[in-house]
């Protein structure tokens, strides 16, 4: 079993910068992958970013290509989500998951909020 723990949330101007962060615990090394998601009040949870576990490969949605990067701290087994040039359309509960090797389901966090005032 993995444990995620998110933090960095918050509330920003249009135009600024956060930096998530997802603390994974436990089985760590069954991971396969880690991703941010992101639901809106009144919409469906969307994909926004992921990273394999060797954090050598990473994949974004279209609506934050260029404004969002997503890296991981082998050391601290954290993965972080850096978000510039934030937009309104921003504004969410982003949410850490792990995909683990074989046939388990994903693990999920708790959430965090981020808000983008205009």
């Known amino acids: 079993q993995v444990q995620l723990v998110e933090s960095g949330g918050g509330l920003v101007q249009a135009g600024g910068s956060l930096r998530l962060s997802c603390a994974a615990s436990?089985?760590?090394?069954?991971?396969?992958?880690m991703g941010w998601f992101r639901q809106a009040p009144g919409k469906e949870r969307e994909f926004v970013a992921v990273?394999?576990?060797?954090?050598?490969?990473?994949s974004y949605a279209d609506s934050v290509k260029g404004r969002f990067t997503m890296s991981r701290d082998n050391a601290k087994n954290t993965v972080y989500l850096q978000m510039n040039s934030l937009k309104p359309e921003d504004t969410a509960v982003y949410y850490c998951?792990?995909?683990?090797?074989?046939?388990?389901?994903?693990?999920w966090g708790q959430g965090t909020q981020v808000t983008v005032s205009s």
């Open positions: 998951r792990a995909q683990f090797r074989g046939s388990s389901g994903p693990s």
């Open positions: 990273i394999t576990w060797s954090g050598d490969i990473t």
């Open positions: 436990g089985r760590t090394f069954s991971i396969r992958t």
